[in-house]
Nanobody, 122 residues
């Protein structure tokens, strides 16, 4: 069983930055694919970024502004968010799965955090 705990959300003005963190329990973190998804009010869960086996994939809407990284020694994955826009406002979720192949589909992840709110004001 893997437990994920996100932190780092908050309120920021448009153009600002935030860094989200997701701390994972478990001894096999380094072999898991780790991803970030987000869900805005009234919308479905949307893929943001995933990191696996040295590779990364980003949604087009965040490419060039967001960076996913992981520290396997700390069992933590990060999402650095720069040049934030009001449309980035959402609850951000960390997700993990032992199948190491990267995926943008939420159905490919077995473990989820509780989410952290990010609000970008205009």
């Amino acid at each position: 069983q893997v437990q994920l705990v996100e932190s780092g959300g908050g309120l920021v003005q448009a153009g600002g930055s935030l860094r989200l963190s997701c701390a994972a329990s478990g001894r096999t973190f380094s072999s898991y694919k780790m991803a970030w998804f987000r869900q805005a009010p009234g919308k479905g869960r949307e893929f943001v970024a995933v990191a696996w086996s040295g590779s990364k994939l980003y949604a087009d809407s965040v490419k060039g502004r967001f960076t996913i990284s992981r520290d396997n020694a700390k069992s933590t994955v990060y999402l650095q968010m720069n040049s934030l826009k009001p449309e980035d406002t959402a609850v951000y979720y960390c997700a993990a799965d032992p199948n190491a192949y990267g995926s943008a589909s939420s159905t490919a992840y077995n473990y989820w955090g509780q989410g952290t709110q990010v609000t970008v004001s205009s």
